[in-house]
């Protein structure tokens, strides 16, 4: 069984900061890429930035300069730091990994329970 266990939301006012993190833990052989994602009220779930163990990371346009992704692999943990944030960040970030929980299974995404972020004065 896996977990993955987000912290770090709150309420922020419009330029502020916050630090996310997210924890993997369980029956995991190895992680492939770890990532946030994000879903604002009435809209679909959108990419935040995604890091790959090798430390390779990709960012959504609207992000890039503002958010910074990292990640602890002995930790199995991934951090996202976000400054600058404005009333449109405010939704639910979601922690993604992808990961085999055995050395013959295939990779599969498994998904955090959700942590808000309410950006608003």
């Known amino acids: 069984q896996v977990q993955l266990v987000e912290s770090g939301g709150g309420l922020v006012q419009p330029g502020g900061s916050l630090r996310l993190s997210c924890a993997a833990s369980g029956s995991i052989f190895s992680i492939n890429a770890m990532g946030w994602y994000r879903q604002a009220p009435g809209k679909q779930r959108e990419l935040v930035a995604v890091i790959t163990t090798g430390g390779r990371s990709n960012y959504a346009d609207s992000m890039k300069g503002r958010f910074t992704i990292s990640r602890d692999n002995a930790k199995n943990t991934v951090y996202l730091q976000m400054k600058s944030l404005k009333p449109e960040d405010t939704a639910v970030y979601y922690c993604?990994?992808?990961?085999?929980?055995?050395?013959?299974?295939?990779?599969?995404?498994?998904w955090g329970q959700g942590t808000q972020v309410t950006v608003s004065s």
């Open positions: 993604n990994a992808r990961l085999r929980t055995t050395v013959g299974d295939r990779f599969s995404d498994y």
